[in-house]
């Protein structure tokens, strides 16, 4: 899987809007963007993921770079309950090996939201 | 609640002891996951299932034994397990083994042996 490379920790306030970066330099024509989660105590969750576009969900919106080799997700409003640890991850889609289903997972970015 | 269940939540075990960790989902979904998150490290994939066929053991020591009865099940038995085994236990379903297909995920088990 290609790399991907997320600042270690980040820290908001409550009602603001966070902005987590993701850096892919290295991310190929087929990958898809995943975001996901791990709250305290929880498992992973899915947030996002997108290809080229932009993308918009209930939990959050997906920004990608024209050159694909960025994105950012953003939370519109950080709540208390956003505190978490959260997760860019690349999918290679044509990866002929079958092993394209993978997700790798990194260190991520943990979350601090500030009340 | 994710439709993903682990049971369970918590286990202590001595190294010469049997046990087994249980998964269910209730998504209707065909592939089955066993990840391991140790303190301070990234999750790492063990075992994947596909409609109930084992198509991914990511050289995993033989102390780890999954097994997966049917598509709503999935267990990882362990035995003769050491310290350094101590981890948080994860399982996953997706609806296939399709790339985009978004994982769900049960709350773990969090493992400690003594």
């Known amino acids: 899987d290609a790399k991907t490379t997320q600042p270690n920790s980040m820290e908001s306030n409550e009602e603001e809007p966070v902005h987590l970066p993701c850096n892919h330099s290295?991310?190929?024509?087929?990958?898809?963007i995943h975001w996901y989660r791990q709250l305290p105590s929880q498992g992973p969750e899915y947030v996002i993921h997108?290809?080229?576009s932009n993308v918009n969900n209930r939990m959050a919106s997906l920004a990608i770079a024209e050159d694909r080799k960025s994105s950012t997700l953003i939370l519109h409003r950080a709540t208390l309950r956003d505190a978490a640890v959260y997760y860019c991850?690349?999918?290679?889609?044509?990866?002929?090996?079958?092993?394209?289903?993978?997700?790798?997972f990194g260190k991520g970015t943990l979350l601090t939201v500030n009340p | 609640e994710t439709g993903v269940t682990q049971t369970p939540r918590h286990l202590v075990m001595g190294m010469t002891n049997k046990k087994s960790l249980k998964c269910e989902q209730h998504?209707?979904?065909?592939?089955m996951y066993w990840y391991k998150q140790s303190a301070k490290k990234p999750l790492e994939l063990m075992f994947v299932?596909?409609?109930?066929?084992?198509?991914e053991n990511n050289s995993v020591p033989s102390r780890f034994s999954p097994e997966c009865p049917n598509s709503s099940h999935l267990f990882l038995h362990l035995h003769t397990l050491q310290p350094e085994d101590s981890a948080l236990y994860l399982c996953?379903?997706?609806?296939?083994?399709?790339?985009?297909?978004?994982?769900?995920f049960g709350s773990g088990t969090q493992l400690s042996v003594l």
């Open positions: 996953a379903s997706s609806q296939n083994r399709l790339t985009n297909e978004k994982l769900f």
């Open positions: 290295t991310i190929s024509g087929t990958d898809y």
């Open positions: 997108g290809l080229t």
């Open positions: 991850i690349l999918r290679d889609e044509k990866n002929s090996g079958g092993s394209n289903y993978k997700l790798t």
């Open positions: 998504l209707g979904h065909n592939a």
């Open positions: 299932y596909n409609f109930k066929e084992q198509t």
